[in-house]
């Protein structure tokens, strides 16, 4: 696993080199459709995990993760998401075997993941990966390729394999400190895929990335997928969370306050109603303002935006059709993942109020561990 080291010097450089290589046509079709191989059988479990710390000043113990329950699938990619301080990092390092909980259990592959078996089958690629400078790509998966005792043959094979596979097949053979923060990403993913792993955790993968770097990293994941991988990816980068993972989960606070498909989670509570003819009286708006309706009026064309549950969408086309206004189209909103997790953020703000003791549970200097 690549050290992780949260340094500007794991970022672009003066002088660093940029890749034009794109990813794979094969990629790129995989990437259009999406479509998943996940199974029914659990890559990732979690139950009732509890993981405390005490903080430092006060000396009271704190939860930085409290209760939660999951199941990712194998072949799944499932986004794990949730403010800073949230517990995303205490349950990953619980995954990897790096921690322990006090409560609860945790399962990778159907073992624990202390278990060396396992340790050889999941990998993790860290927010800023850290590497010897003065290698290249090829020599420093090499260099990794030996730590898991494959043969020079096999070694290079593989090294060639991994770099043409993240795009830079013509830049291996320079050195890492000439590479920008999105190719050093890539050098991060190939790494990740030396022991060919079944389960692979990516911490912000795409973080500081420029938009094609964005793009050629989501269709790398997405063919990861397709390989029969599972993924499981920490990110605050929403936009490419929506666009990949299967499911995801909102933390806050050491608790799962949503979760679900990301396809079910961004149907919109709201519907467009758009109709002709229909006036604006004080009545008619009256009634539309006790459905919880609101009206826009352009000309002759009035645009009402209501609820999207079937009765009250049924109740605002009666209303429409009583007052003989003419129904052109009925569009349901699609909210963001953006969306969501501010709301699910915001009520759990809500929900915490002014009595939650510590703002931030795993903030380093203030924590040890119990």
């Not at 010897?132 to 898991?148: D, P, R, V």
């Not at 290079?156 to 097949?169: E, F, N, P």
């Not at 050629?216 to 599972?230: A, F, K, P, S, V």
């Not at 936009?239 to 306050?257: A, H, M, N, P």
Request: proline fraction near 4%; hydrophobic fraction near 40%; charge should be negative.
């Amino acid at each position: 696993m690549a050290r992780d080291k949260s340094s500007p010097s794991t970022g672009a450089q003066t002088g660093e080199v940029e890749s034009t290589e794109g990813f794979s046509g094969a990629i790129s079709s995989v990437a259009a459709n999406g479509a998943s191989a996940a199974s029914g059988e659990a890559a990732i479990e979690i139950k009732n995990l509890v993981k405390r710390y005490r903080n430092m000043i006060t000396r009271e113990w704190v939860n930085a993760v409290n209760d939660i329950s999951l199941e990712v699938k194998q072949g799944e990619i499932f986004g794990f998401l949730g403010p800073n301080g949230a517990g995303k990092t205490t349950t990953i390092k619980a995954l990897l075997g790096l921690i322990f909980p006090d409560s609860g259990v945790v399962k990778v592959l159907g073992q624990a993941p202390g278990n060396n078996e396992i340790k050889a089958r999941i990998s993790y690629l860290p927010e800023s990966p850290y590497f010897y400078e003065h290698m290249s790509a090829k020599e420093i998966i090499n260099f990794y390729a030996s730590l898991f005792g494959l043969d020079p043959r096999e070694r290079s094979k593989r090294a060639d394999y991994l770099i043409d596979l993240v795009g830079l097949a013509s830049a291996g053979n320079k050195p890492l400190r000439a590479f920008s923060k999105g190719m050093l990403q890539r050098v991060g993913i190939a790494q990740s895929l030396i022991n060919d792993p079944k389960v692979l955790f990516f911490d912000e993968p795409t973080s500081g990335l420029d938009p094609i770097a964005h793009r050629d990293i989501r269709d790398l994941i997405l063919h990861l997928r397709t390989e029969g991988r599972t993924l499981f990816l920490s990110s605050h980068q929403l936009s490419d969370v929506e666009l990949v993972c299967d499911r995801v989960s909102i933390l806050y606070r050491g608790k799962i306050r949503k979760m679900g498909r990301v396809d079910e989670l961004v149907i919109g509570g709201n519907v467009e109603i758009l109709v002709m003819g229909l006036d604006p009286t004080p009545t008619v708006t009256a009634e539309l303002t006790a459905l919880g309706a609101k009206l826009e009026q352009s000309g002759r064309d009035t645009l009402i935006i209501g609820k999207a549950d079937i009765e009250s969408k049924n109740a605002l086309i009666d209303l429409i059709r009583r007052y003989k206004a003419q129904l052109i189209a009925v569009t349901p909103t699609r909210r963001t993942l953006e969306d969501i997790f501010i709301e699910t953020v915001r009520e759990g703000e809500v929900e915490a109020g002014e009595a939650t003791k510590f703002a931030e549970a795993s903030t380093a200097e203030a924590l040890e561990v119990k």
